[in-house]
């Protein structure tokens, strides 16, 4: 492994580094305080040379605002110039079809070039809301393939005889992937030839058996003749170690609110978990965030570096709840900084 003088990372990790956001509600901020840190955000990884920032379905979440995703992809794309912006995703099962190809045609349409379109197929929510959002209940496993079928459909060059079309959205090149944290996703990507991203930032278990499912069993298709696989992990970056222990401790208390059943807004950070959690729940927070890296600029250099060969990943998302907004900025910079990202080009 190759490095410069200033630690930038070379070879083996000079890959693709995207955003994931969940547009979050800090305690003592609103709303719109967060679509605008959002905002903020997407502008400065767009100037760090990041690849792609995606904001993910929720519903019903005090502490996440991405409810209206395509909504908010428009407000973003609309703030940027040339990052590619997308969902992480829009849960399928929620909309009809030809409603995601309309949204995201438009969206394709305003910003040629720049729209990302990944779905998944979990509600983002709990029962009581997925009945709200008038979900049926029938079985996901058999229908997701074939409303993901339908949609693919909807972005096809017109057919004879086809007498429902999505308008706009019709022959355009939205790329679409499916996302996953299980190994369903994983095998239906590989069967379809999509490109596929893992949820190994909250979902660790199944990462490297997906991955290896994925390429496997990976059948080329008209818009992509070789797998592509992303995984999403969590990053928190300060100028000390310490510094970004104690900003990951906000996440760490969401995660603690929500397995109690109180999930809510997110909290600032504290100077220690000690008194704030159980041992049994700090083993579970530690699992689910175990794909995690947490430290100064070289910890983070070292974390990225293993992890991207331990995956061999195409490209790594990134997340971070932190509360700050400097910090949080501050977090995407010092991990720009230990990471070569390569010249920006359009492809999925």
Request: net charge negative; charged share 20%.
């Amino acid at each position: 492994m190759k490095q410069c003088s200033k630690g930038v990372l070379k070879g083996v990790n000079n890959i693709p580094l995207s955003v994931l956001d969940l547009a979050p509600v800090k305690e003592g901020s609103t709303i719109p305080d967060s679509f605008n840190e959002t905002l903020a955000l997407a502008r400065l990884a767009e100037r760090l040379g990041y690849k792609r920032f995606w904001l993910a379905e929720h519903h019903n979440i005090a502490g996440i605002a991405s409810a209206a995703t395509a909504v908010l992809i428009g407000y973003v794309a609309g703030g940027t110039k040339t990052i590619r912006v997308g969902s992480g995703g829009v849960m399928l099962p929620n909309h009809a079809p030809l409603i995601v190809a309309e949204q995201f045609g438009t969206l394709e349409t305003l910003y040629p070039g720049r729209i990302d379109l990944g779905i998944g197929r979990a509600p983002g929510t709990d029962q009581l809301t997925v009945r709200a959002l008038r979900r049926h209940q029938s079985n996901v496993a058999e229908d997701f393939p074939r409303d993901v079928a339908e949609l693919l459909s909807y972005f096809s060059p017109s057919r004879e005889g086809q007498r429902v079309r999505a308008v706009p959205g019709q022959g355009l090149s939205v790329p679409v992937w499916l996302l996953g944290s299980s190994l369903y996703s994983a095998q239906l990507a590989a069967l379809l030839g999509l490109p596929f991203a893992f949820a190994s930032h909250f979902a660790p278990d199944y990462l490297m058996q997906a991955l290896e499912i994925y390429h496997e069993e990976f059948r080329p298709s008209e818009t992509l003749l070789s797998p592509y696989a992303m995984a999403c992990i969590n990053v928190f970056a300060a100028d000390t170690d310490a510094e970004a222990r104690r900003l990951f401790t906000s996440i760490q208390q969401a995660f603690i609110n929500l397995r109690r059943n109180k999930p809510g807004l997110l909290p600032p950070p504290i100077d220690s978990m000690e008194s704030h959690w159980s041992e049994f729940e700090m083993a579970g927070v530690n699992h689910a965030l175990r794909y995690s890296i947490v430290g100064s600029p070289e910890t983070v250099r070292q974390g990225m570096e293993s992890f991207i060969e331990l995956t061999a990943v195409d490209e790594v998302m990134v997340t971070a709840q932190i509360y700050d907004r400097a910090a949080r900025l501050r977090s995407f910079e010092i991990l720009s900084s230990v990471h070569e990202m390569p010249v920006p080009h359009q492809t999925n």
